[in-house]
């Protein structure tokens, strides 16, 4: 499935199931289910004190983030295809001065 496959699948489910609202309200749904990865990364690691030891409820959590994000572009008509094509531009351009952080901007 491409990115804008995706993206339409999503759309396609949440008009279906009227979950539309506001993209301040998708972000807001976005950074609580950010800490739902962070909080499964905690338990993986028994709060960093051990190895992470992967559980499969992680995958349902980065389920829910992707879902989020992409609900955030629906909402925006951002085509994640090309956004994420110009990101890795971006980044490329970064690396060759020495980093992909953004102090190489």
């Known amino acids: 499935m491409t990115i804008k496959e995706l993206q339409g699948k999503i759309r396609e489910f949440s008009m279906v199931h009227n979950l539309d609202s506001a993209p301040e309200y998708k972000i807001l749904d976005t950074i609580s289910e950010l800490g739902e990865v962070a909080k499964e990364m905690l338990k993986m690691t028994n709060y ?16 829910d983030l992707l879902y989020s994000v992409i609900t955030i572009a629906n909402s925006l008509n951002i085509d994640l295809e090309r956004t994420v094509d110009a990101v890795l531009v971006k980044y490329e351009k970064r690396l060759k001065r020495g980093s992909a952080g953004s102090e190489n901007d």
């Open 48 to 63: 960093g004190k051990n190895k992470m030891n992967f559980r499969e409820e992680m995958k349902l959590e980065i389920g």
